[in-house]
T-cell receptor, first 112, second 110 residues
Framework: NAGVTQTPKFQVLKTGQSMTLQCAQDMNHNSMYWYRQDPGMGLRLIYYSASEGTTDKGEVPNGYNVSRLNKREFSLRLESAAPSQTSVYFC???????????FGSGTRLTVV | RKEVEQDPGPFNVPEGATVAFNCTYSNSASQSFFWYRQDCRKEPKLLMSVYSSGNEDGRFTAQLNRASQYISLLIRDSKLSDSATYLCVVITSGTYKYIFGTGTRLKVLA
């Protein structure tokens, strides 16, 4: 029972490069989320998808795009990476709103 | 004022001690509350939900005080394995925007 799977686990990008972070859940959850975690800032919501076919901006969406490919998969794309996007990125899922999340193991991204 | 505030700690306690953390929130419309545990360089994991009547899970007790707008987590008989950062989460009813506190770091000492 994998839960939430994120790839890659580590990535180093040069400024201006693009990449996509992948996330998949096997719990049949409706809602999926992308967060970034920075020291002293806590977890901040980038984008979320309440259900398949919908996506909405969170607290810090600038510089990111998302795709809810199907019920299982929710990807996060950085079109032109900047050093300010150096962070740990977590994907999470939940059955519905107001339920606890299950998190993936995270992607450690460094932009140089 | 931040929407959710926690004392960052660290709380250094000996094994077997009882320790309590609080988490204050500013939005009176907040309806759902959780405690998560996060180990160093790992993902947060759901520890327990916080119900209006309070709830207990083994050595862990969570309480909600709506009048003063805070939630608490009490850990009894602390174990070395309890060393972690504890995050509180506050959700406003009808939204998907979970607000995480920045966490309280606990170190249980042998």
């Amino acid at each position: 029972n994998a839960g939430v799977t994120q790839t890659p686990k580590f990535q180093v990008l040069k400024t201006g490069q693009s990449m996509t972070l992948q996330c998949a859940q096997d719990m049949n959850h409706n809602s999926m989320y992308w967060y970034r975690q920075d020291p002293g800032m806590g977890l901040r919501l980038i984008y979320y998808s309440a259900s398949e076919g919908t996506t909405d901006k969170g607290e810090v969406p600038n510089g990111y795009n998302v795709s809810r490919l199907n019920k299982r998969e929710f990807s996060l794309r950085l079109e032109s990476a900047a050093p300010s996007q150096t962070s740990v990125y977590f994907c999470a899922s939940s059955p519905e709103a107001n339920y606890g999340y299950t998190f993936g193991s995270g992607t450690r991204l460094t932009v140089v | 004022r931040k929407e959710v505030e926690q004392d960052p700690g660290p709380f250094n306690v000996p094994e077997g001690a009882t320790v309590a953390f609080n988490c204050t929130y500013s939005n009176s419309a907040s309806q759902s509350f959780f405690w998560y545990r996060q180990d160093c360089r790992k993902e947060p994991k759901l520890l327990m939900s916080v119900y209006s009547s309070g709830n207990e899970d083994g050595r862990f007790t969570a309480q909600l005080n709506r009048a003063s707008q805070y939630i608490s987590l009490l850990i009894r008989d602390s174990k070395l394995s309890d060393s972690a950062t504890y995050l509180c989460v506050v959700i406003t009813s009808g939204t998907y925007k979970y607000i995480f506190g920045t966490g309280t770091r606990l170190k249980v000492l042998a």
